[in-house]
């Protein structure tokens, strides 16, 4: 298995193939910081339960509006707008102490997201994405993802597990998932 990562490390993709990881959770790679999100999942979760779109089959977080539920109750976004001071203040109240050399890497991964996601609203010339039938606006789920992938590709050393898996995923994902890393609608 390991010699069949090999031949993909420092190697160009097919990116429409992705290597075989055999179960390996790439979450795993770049440890994941404590954040103190108090009562807010459970206000998200039952947010989204209630929502037409909502299936009972998977969880509330799997939910297109759960991110955006997570932000508005965090204060991070206010009428549809992600507002950057609140990320930031929030983000340095509430990760864990041990985890606080993180924080400056997420809020970075927000400006960029943010700021390439603007750009390609701007250049569609899109105020701001409709609301989908699943209840909410594509904007903050895409946000999500973006914010994710970026942290993943700069995680920082002391959160990120150092072996041939992870190594391969990270350079499958700068090869083939370029910003912002989800693909964005086109109204």
């Not at 955006?68 to 109240?93: F, H, P, S």
């Not at 943010?114 to 903050?140: D, F, W």
Request: positive net charge.
């Amino acid at each position: 298995m390991l010699s069949e990562l090999k031949c993909y490390a420092h190697g160009a993709y097919n990116c429409s193939s992705p290597p075989n990881f055999n179960n390996f959770d790439v979450n795993s790679c770049c440890r994941t910081p404590e954040i103190n999100l108090g009562n807010v999942p459970q206000k998200c979760q039952k947010y989204v339960n209630q929502l037409k779109s909502a299936n009972q089959k998977f969880p509330a977080f799997a939910h297109l509006c759960y991110p955006e539920c997570i932000y508005r109750e965090t204060g991070a976004l206010v009428n549809g707008r992600l507002q950057m001071d609140k990320v930031r203040e929030y983000l340095e109240e509430h990760v864990h102490r041990r985890d606080h050399e993180v924080v400056p890497h997420i809020v970075r991964s927000f400006e960029t997201c943010r700021n390439n996601i603007h750009g390609h609203m701007k250049s569609a010339r899109i105020e701001s994405y409709k609301v989908l039938t699943q209840g909410c606006s594509p904007y903050a789920a895409m946000l999500y993802s973006c914010v994710n992938a970026e942290t993943f590709l700069n995680c920082p050393a002391k959160l990120w597990k150092s072996d041939e898996h992870c190594l391969v995923a990270k350079q499958f994902a700068e090869q083939c998932n370029p910003l912002p890393h989800v693909p964005l609608p086109m109204s």
